[in-house]
């Protein structure tokens, strides 16, 4: 059943969310209209694919860029609503939703720095480094 209406502008499945980066997963409970159960959309055009990113529900026609768990029945893991069909969504867009998202499932920084050498930026709370050095191979700051 196509949930695309009560769904935010973008979104990350909890559960995978967090495997993702290794919070514990009351982010679902403290932010969900962010974090989410399910992906909204269950039937899409094209079919969920690991290699694919955009995406229209065949239910009522939302538009949208995803990103899906590589598992032998790929489904979305996180999610940006997008206004038509012909739009594309540039990697700093992308990026940036993420570094909010991951921002977020932290509660933000804690009062210590990354401790990562000569690096000057706070950590993420609970964690011991900045979104520079998790490891996602973009440049978050």
Known sequence: ?????????????????????KTNNAMKYKFPSYFIEDSPCEDSYPKFNYGEFYYVCNECGQTWYFECIP??????????KLPNINTNIR?????????FLIVLAHEGFSKNKCSHMFCSN????????????LGFGYNAG
Do not use: W
Request: proline share 4%; with cysteine.
């Open 71 to 80: 598992e032998e029945y790929p489904s979305p893991i996180f999610g940006i």
């Open 91 to 99: 990697d700093n867009e992308i990026n940036a939703i993420k570094q």
């Open 122 to 133: 706070y950590a993420l709370n609970g964690l011991e480094v900045c979104l520079n050095h």
């Open 1 to 21: 059943m196509c949930e695309c209406r009560t769904v935010g502008d973008f979104f990350a499945c909890a559960d995978n969310f967090s495997d993702i980066i």
